[in-house]
């Protein structure tokens, strides 16, 4: 019905359009950030460009800093108009929907209570956001005679670490060990985004085995911390010594020799 009557009388009020925007646009930039002030929380400066509400009237467009109602539309910034027996709201004549009367036009804005400039805001990052994030500053966007100022959204691109890794709130990082240290048991310091940890590796550990140490990960959205998981990687070296050489081979030996026994212990 709604459609009908607009198609008909040629819309009003809202409708047609022919009053001022309600409420601002929306904006959105983004902000890269490094991986520990992601894990960590920070506060970025964002520059902005927008139409803000004038400063100098308070986005009124008063001098005084306050705009007086419309004295036709009592501020509402439509009227009631009657076509038969039908009642239409309509966009006010003498504001034009803005609901404003302005008696002495600020001397920045001219009025219009809106002036287009760039701004520096301070966005604050929560920590242990990810990548991609979207952040809602309120009324950071566009501001409108009249109506409400949109919001600002800030979308986050986390960057790349050259040692940790993320997975959901878990923080992860790759240990590598020699063959020896695999095999007899060791302990190694491991890198947090704080000060390291020492995880004890059992003797005879297999290269992918992976090391949990609670808490010591990323902030999760909800409180508490994930936890550091880490991945043991055994180092098979490219080069070595004469004297490895000789021990390796030596080595070999003894596996065929064990290799030879199970095989006969099989029989
Ligand atoms: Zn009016
Ligand atoms: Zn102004």
């Known amino acids: 019905m709604g459609d009908l009557f607009g198609g008909i009388f040629g819309g009003g009020g809202r409708r047609g359009g022919a009053r001022a925007p309600q409420r601002g646009a929306d904006l959105e930039t983004s902000v890269r950030i490094s991986f520990e002030d992601a894990a960590r929380g920070v506060t970025v400066p964002v520059r902005i460009t927008r139409d803000a509400p004038c400063a100098a009237c308070g986005g009124s467009g008063d001098r005084s800093g306050w705009a007086h109602p419309c004295p036709t539309c009592g501020g509402t910034g439509a009227v009631s108009e009657s076509q038969g027996m039908f009642s239409f709201a309509r966009a006010c004549p003498t504001c034009g929907g803005s609901g404003r009367q302005i008696q002495d036009p600020c001397p920045v804005c001219h009025g219009a209570g809106i002036e287009h400039k760039t701004e520096t805001v301070k966005v604050k990052i929560p920590g242990g956001i990810r990548d991609g994030a979207r952040i809602r500053v309120r009324g950071r966007g566009g501001a409108v005679a009249g109506g409400q100022t949109g919001d600002l959204y800030v979308v986050v691109s986390v960057e790349r670490h050259p ?18 240290e695999a095999v007899l048991g060791t302990k190694v310091s491991v890198p947090t985004l704080e000060e390291p940890v020492t995880v004890k590796i059992p003797a005879g550990t297999e290269s992918g085995k992976v090391f949990r140490v609670r808490g010591r990960g990323i902030p999760r959205p909800k409180g508490g911390r994930g936890d550091l998981l880490a991945t043991v990687r055994v180092h098979v070296p490219k080069k070595i010594s004469k004297e490895e050489r000789a021990l390796i081979e030596k080595l070999a030996e003894l596996d065929g020799e064990a290799a030879a026994q199970r095989a006969r212990a099989q029989a």
């Open 163 to 180: 040692v940790f890794g993320r997975t959901d709130s878990d923080l992860t990082v790759d240990v590598p060990l020699s063959f020896s």
